[in-house]
């Protein structure tokens, strides 16, 4: 008698890649959802809109709402997902710059 096993590999579902593009969008307007504040910000190619919290947007001086600014967008189809993360107007990516040294302090018992 021989016995014969067949394996068939399959990629489960769990297992596919995040993609992560560039997209301009403007931060239409602000809203508050249970107490927290979020920017509305709208997809200008595809109009598609998505919800970003204020505070991540607000460490930059310089947003402002209105305005074209580029993300980066990751989706995420193993939670079926969109993550948006504002790319600062100065800066682009892969991007190499020297910065400024304003100032040093020395902590004490530091090595």
Known sequence: MI???IYKSVV???KKK????EISCIIKEETTIEDKKFYIIQDCESKEEYLIPKNQIQT???????KKYNFLKESN???NKTYLSIIHPDFKIGQEID????NTVEIEGST
């Open 12 to 14: 489960p579902h769990y």
């Open 77 to 79: 189809p193993n939670h």
């Open 3 to 5: 016995l014969l096993f």
């Open 18 to 21: 995040n993609t992560m593009n």
């Open 99 to 102: 910065l400024k040294i304003n």
């Open 60 to 66: 930059f001086n310089s947003i402002n709402p209105y």
